[in-house]
């Protein structure tokens, strides 16, 4: 089973398969792909949080039409699925033949306009990669619980003791120990539902391997990077150490809530409860990829706001996943908000849910307050 969240999705296309005739006059390219999110009216994302999760599970778990690896998956902008594509021979030929693709289907009306793309970003329709060899999630489960071969850990750290050298435990179980001990010190307020979903983000994210490092240079079990792991104040020896990354990663959601909390209330606060507090443990776990200052934009900025006012006063018929992925896409392009964001939550749910269904977690607390 393996993750395409890794680091940069790589949108290298392909030669349509799926086929039907030809209708319509000759389509023209629109003004970059990105005009394509900006003529997307709010009212689309209703139902599209569900189309993204249908074809990032394919992608994840090697399913449906990402059974084979050597395909793409084209999508118009509500996450639909239009067909799969299979790889050519090289990157810059397939790159030809999808814009070829993405112009036929432009003309077959299927789509109400197309964007070729290049070999460093996306056109128009979308297009998802099936082979994304970054994290097999399968073995990063398996670390995460324990069962992988030399998975099991003990140490300490700042008075955290997690097993010992005789009775060595899962990642898990410091997961567990690290967060009871700073709850019990009155140092976490965040609500505990959004914990779960973090289990989900280190196995997209690292694999939950010790020695994990991003591209950006984001390093160990939780992707920390040295700014913040200089702001918990931790020794560079200790920077990957297991107990540490998971208490500075802790540290910063507390700080990204006690920020985040108030400006949610304002905008959001008056939706019914269920929905509000799903939307906010979502948008907070957001924050840890794109940044509180981002995240509070995405909520007060003119620019970037301007999806949270329209969701904020129609959240009627949307769901909390809908308004949160609605308020990136309706942002990509801006400020640094890319594809990978639109997928990050989805994909910590994803993995979160199949890590729920192994015989670990059944029936765990936290698995429950996910769902």
Same mark, same amino acid.
């Given at each position: 089973m393996k993750s395409c969240l890794r680091r940069s999705t790589r949108l290298f296309l392909t030669l349509?398969?799926?086929?039907?005739?030809?209708?319509?006059?000759?389509?023209?390219?629109?003004?970059?792909?990105?005009?394509?999110?900006?003529?997307?009216?709010?009212?689309?994302? @209703?139902?599209?949080? #569900?189309?993204? /999760?249908? *074809?990032?599970? $394919?992608?994840?778990?090697?399913?449906?039409?990402?059974?084979? %690896?050597?395909?793409?998956?084209?999508?118009?902008?509500?996450?639909?699925?239009?067909?799969?594509?299979?790889?050519?021979?090289?990157?810059?030929?397939?790159?030809?033949?999808?814009?070829?693709? @993405?112009?036929?289907? #432009?003309?077959? /009306?299927? *789509?109400?306009? $197309?964007?070729?793309?290049?070999?460093?970003?996306?056109?128009? %329709?979308?297009?998802?990669?099936?082979?994304?060899?970054?994290?097999?999630?399968?073995?990063?489960?398996?670390?995460?619980?324990?069962?992988?071969?030399?998975?099991?850990?003990w140490g300490t750290w700042d008075g955290i003791s997690v097993g010992s050298r005789e009775q060595q435990v899962p990642l898990l179980a410091l997961f567990r120990e690290v967060v009871a001990h700073r709850r019990g010190q009155g140092r976490l307020t965040f609500p505990e539902d959004v914990l779960p979903i973090f289990l989900g983000k280190v196995l997209i994210e690292s694999g939950a391997l010790k020695e994990a490092r991003s591209e950006e240079g984001a390093r160990g079990i939780m992707q920390l990077s040295r700014p913040v792991l200089e702001d918990c104040g931790i020794p560079e020896s200790f920077y990957l150490h297991r107990i540490v990354?998971?208490?500075?990663?802790?540290?910063?959601?507390?700080?990204?809530?006690?920020?985040?909390?108030?400006?949610?209330?304002?905008?959001?606060?008056?939706?019914?409860?269920?929905?509000?507090?799903?939307?906010?443990?979502?948008?907070?776990?957001?924050?840890?990829?794109?940044?509180?200052?981002?995240?509070?934009?995405?909520?007060?900025?003119?620019?970037?706001?301007?999806?949270?006012?329209?969701?904020?006063?129609?959240a009627e018929g949307f769901s909390a996943e809908d308004i949160l992925v609605g308020l990136i896409y309706h942002n990509l392009g801006r400020k640094d908000l890319g594809l990978r964001s639109l997928y990050y939550v989805i994909d910590a749910g994803l993995a979160l849910t199949a890590l729920c269904a192994g015989e670990d977690l059944v029936g765990d607390p936290w698995c429950g307050s996910w769902d």
């Open positions: 349509l398969v799926l086929v039907g005739p030809t209708q319509g006059p000759l389509a023209q390219p629109w003004e970059g792909w990105l005009s394509v999110v900006r003529e997307t009216p709010y009212w689309e994302s @209703r139902g599209v949080a #569900a189309n993204l /999760a249908t *074809v990032r599970h $394919w992608v994840l778990f090697s399913e449906s039409y990402c059974a084979e %690896p050597g395909r793409h998956l084209i999508l118009d902008r509500q996450w639909r699925f239009l067909g799969y594509l299979e790889n050519g021979a090289e990157p810059s030929a397939t790159n030809s033949l999808l814009n070829d693709t @993405r112009r036929r289907m #432009a003309e077959e /009306a299927r *789509v109400e306009a $197309w964007h070729p793309g290049d070999m460093d970003g996306s056109g128009y %329709p979308f297009a998802l990669a099936c082979d994304q060899p970054f994290v097999e999630l399968d073995e990063a489960m398996a670390r995460l619980t324990g069962d992988a071969a030399g998975s099991r850990l990354q998971v208490d500075c990663a802790l540290r910063l959601v507390e700080q990204n809530h006690r920020n985040l909390a108030p400006v949610f209330a304002e905008v959001f606060g008056h939706l019914e409860s269920a929905k509000r507090d799903r939307l906010y443990g979502l948008l907070l776990t957001q924050a840890y990829l794109v940044g509180v200052g981002r995240s509070i934009e995405l909520l007060q900025d003119e620019e970037l706001g301007a999806a949270a006012r329209y969701f904020a006063a129609n």
